[in-house]
């Protein structure tokens, strides 16, 4: 089936592309790599009138680290540029990760982590990470621009925090604490590319404190934060004991569903053994 | 909606069109510029069967516009004869007898070539990693992988 109608305007400059959101921002949709529009265009479930292609504006392309202001990554960034990225592989190893789990090679060629996150979907693979890392999303509209943490990013099913005349221009992450290391893990049906049945992303730190943060994708409507992990390495105990204790608020701390790949109980089995995997790997217990 | 003019080289030859910017760079390749060896089948990106190469990048066609291509440069499964010789990917897969029904071919075929030129010796788990977004539903990964790591050896020769 023929994709239908549009008209498609490729601006060439940020201010361009605030103008063309302020006129027509419901009738249009933002496309980086399309991975995910093009698909929900041909089933009819999104029709924009105008697709506006970001890939032409040089102020979204390209991702930078310093020591003080930490990772941005423009919109226009592929999954396949940020698993190139040794810095991000080394100190951001969350996202490193879920970059190359996220679909195949081929598709990260195009697919971006902006367009991963816009898009919304519960199994969204980059999300965790970015939970886990911190990550404030920069949104740009006429009225200007301002940063919404991530854990406000994500409304419910394919709905942002976005209005309709604003648009990401970054993901901005900062430097993790000293020492700290993070991962994510997903489980699928086959070796090969699969949505996520559950995600797993955790982030460990310990300077004299234990700083420890685990978020999921597939277990809820939006990707989710479980604030719950961070107390379980407050009290006493042993660190067995602590993953043990952490591993049992999971349940509590999601609601997934029941669906073609899986189901409810399945899936909330799952993600209390990733959960403790990650952090075992993590923690360096094998 | 109005059309755009674009301009792309395909396998070395300038084509310039008028596209809808609806159509797709798969739709484009097979049936503006009739070049059909690049095979049509789920257009959802799930298949890879459209692989083709943009700027020698490995690309499913069907997720790309045509529009976007303007300026760039194609290359199908018609355009890999090294002048009047089989490349060594196309000759490891008779070789090897990794045709089945060979509708998955030509991307398997495109996408090695690009791994190849990208990493001239690769590891058994890289082809495979290289071509996962590609699905033979004859089952033939075996000879596919074997072709693709035989070339590669051929290619260092
Ligand atoms: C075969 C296949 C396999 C896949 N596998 C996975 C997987 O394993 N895990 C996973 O998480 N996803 C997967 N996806 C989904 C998709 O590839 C990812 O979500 C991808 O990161 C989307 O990026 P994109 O640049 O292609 O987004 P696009 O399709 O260009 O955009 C996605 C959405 O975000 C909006 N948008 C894009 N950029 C902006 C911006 N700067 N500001 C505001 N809105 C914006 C668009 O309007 C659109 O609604 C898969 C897709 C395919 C086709």
């Known amino acids: 089936m023929p994709l239908p109608e549009f008209d498609y305007i490729r601006p060439k400059s940020v201010e361009e592309l605030v103008s063309i959101l302020a006129k027509h921002g419901s009738e249009a949709k933002l496309m980086a790599g399309g991975t995910d529009l093009l698909v929900l265009m041909r089933d009819r479930l999104v029709r924009p009138r105008y697709v506006v292609d970001i890939k032409g504006i040089g102020e979204l392309q390209g991702l930078s680290w310093d020591e003080g202001r930490g990772l941005t990554i423009g919109a226009a960034v592929t999954l396949n540029e940020i698993i190139a990225s040794e810095v991000i592989r080394e100190r951001f190893g969350a996202l490193w990760s879920a970059a190359s789990e996220l679909a195949d090679p081929t598709v990260r060629n195009r697919a971006t982590l902006v367009g991963n996150i816009c898009n919304a979907s519960p199994a969204a693979d980059t999300a965790p990470a970015l939970l886990v890392h911190n990550a404030e999303v920069e949104a740009v509209s006429a009225k200007g621009s301002r940063k919404i943490p991530i854990e406000d990013f994500f409304k419910g099913v394919k709905r942002t925090a976005l209005g309709p005349d604003e648009f990401v221009k970054a993901v901005h992450l900062p430097n993790p604490p000293d020492g700290a290391k993070s991962w994510y893990l997903k489980w699928k049906r086959t070796w090969g590319e699969d949505l996520a049945l559950v995600g797993v992303a955790g982030l460990v730190a310990n300077s004299g404190k234990w700083i420890v943060r685990v978020a999921l994708s597939s277990v809820a409507p939006t990707p989710v934060l479980v604030a719950e992990i961070q107390n379980a390495f407050e009290g006493g105990g042993t660190l067995e004991e602590k993953i043990e204790k952490a591993a049992a608020s999971i349940p509590g701390g999601i609601c997934p569903i029941t669906d073609v790949r899986c189901n409810a109980e399945y899936r909330t089995h799952v993600a209390a053994i990733l959960t403790k995997r990650v952090l075992r790997k993590l923690l360096g217990l094998g | ?157």
């Open chain 2, 1 to 157: 909606m109005s059309k755009h003019k674009i301009s792309v080289r395909a396998n070395g030859q300038l084509y310039e069109r008028d596209v809808e910017p609806r159509r797709t760079l798969l739709q484009f390749i097979r049936e503006d510029l009739g070049l059909t060896g690049t095979k049509c089948a789920c257009e959802r990106g799930d298949c890879g069967l459209c692989t083709v190469l943009v700027d020698g990048v490995p690309t499913k066609s069907c997720l790309v516009l045509a529009v976007e291509v303007d300026g760039k440069e194609i290359t199908t499964i018609e355009g890999l004869m090294e002048g009047e010789e089989l490349n060594p990917v196309q000759r490891a897969f008779i070789e090897h007898g990794a045709v089945q029904c060979g509708f998955c071919t030509p991307a398997f075929i495109v996408a090695g070539g690009a791994l190849l030129k990208r990493n001239p010796s690769p590891t058994e788990e890289e082809v495979k990693e290289a071509v996962g977004g590609i699905l033979c539903r004859c089952t033939g990964y075996r000879q596919i992988i074997d072709a693709i790591l035989d070339a590669s050896k051929g290619a260092k020769k």
